[in-house]
């Protein structure tokens, strides 16, 4: 069961939010905000799974609040206003509902998120040589050895995964693999990019060279990697 919370200041958005929520029988809202820091009041003192976030807000912005909101749950944005889209990427959102949606299109967004692990039941792994995952590629699960993961790469709802001589596109977005994966070996160095921290082989300026690749450092990711890992 996945936790939400509607911060939309449109009454007739709000609606329909809740309406299409009740109908999910793995979503549970636990309220509904009409501005973003009465909202922030309420999540300082609870855990909430995914946030259904308006853009156009008062007294701040959606994106002004998602960029100072800590820790930060799964972020759909709902909004009027298409202009958006990028930013929201750049912002690492699941998925962003242009109004008027139908169920449809919110089932489509709500199942990105439905069936990622939370902190609480994401197992995490010690990267141990012996352990390994399945994947789904194609029609197939492929076994994978955790360790010889060397890096991550974002695309959209899905991701591709780096090994030492192969590559596998794989069906869940970056978000699934930062929840997945331990923290003291699984680094996000830039939006799009999660790395293997034992797979690097240098660093250099704003870059990490892993065997042929050289990766970037996002400016938002630069301080916490080079704090906690180097």
């Not at 939309?8 to 999910?24: F, G, K, S």
């Not at 990622?116 to 390994?132: C, G, K, M, Y």
């Not at 870059?207 to 400016?219: A, T």
Request: some cysteine; aromatic content about 14%.
């Amino acid at each position: 069961m996945k936790t939400c919370l509607i911060i939309e200041d449109q009454a007739p958005a709000q609606r329909i939010l809740e309406r299409y929520i009740q109908d999910i029988d793995n979503l549970q809202l636990l309220g509904t905000y009409t501005d973003a820091l009465s909202a922030l009041a309420f999540l300082k003192h609870h855990r909430v799974d995914l946030l259904f976030l308006d853009i156009h807000l008062p007294k701040i912005s959606g994106i002004d609040f998602l960029q100072v909101l800590s820790p930060k749950p799964f972020i759909i944005f709902t909004t009027a206003f298409p202009d958006y889209a990028l930013q929201g990427y750049e912002l690492d959102v699941v998925d962003y509902l242009l109004k008027p949606f139908s169920f449809e299109r919110f089932v489509k967004a709500v199942s990105k998120v439905l069936y990622l692990p939370t902190a609480d039941t994401a197992p995490t792994h010690d990267l141990q040589e012996e352990e390994f995952l399945f994947v789904k590629v194609g029609k197939d699960h492929q076994r994978i050895e955790v360790a010889q993961i060397h890096f991550i790469k974002s695309d959209g709802d899905y991701t591709h995964l780096f090994l030492a001589d192969k590559k596998y596109l794989v069906s869940h977005p970056l978000r699934y693999w930062i929840e997945l994966l331990n923290t003291k070996y699984f680094c996000q160095v830039h939006k799009s990019y999660l790395v293997n921290v034992s797979q690097i082989q240098r660093v250099s300026g704003n870059q990490v060279h892993i065997g042929e690749y050289k990766l970037p450092i996002g400016r938002t990711y630069r301080e916490s990697f080079f704090t906690n890992y180097l």
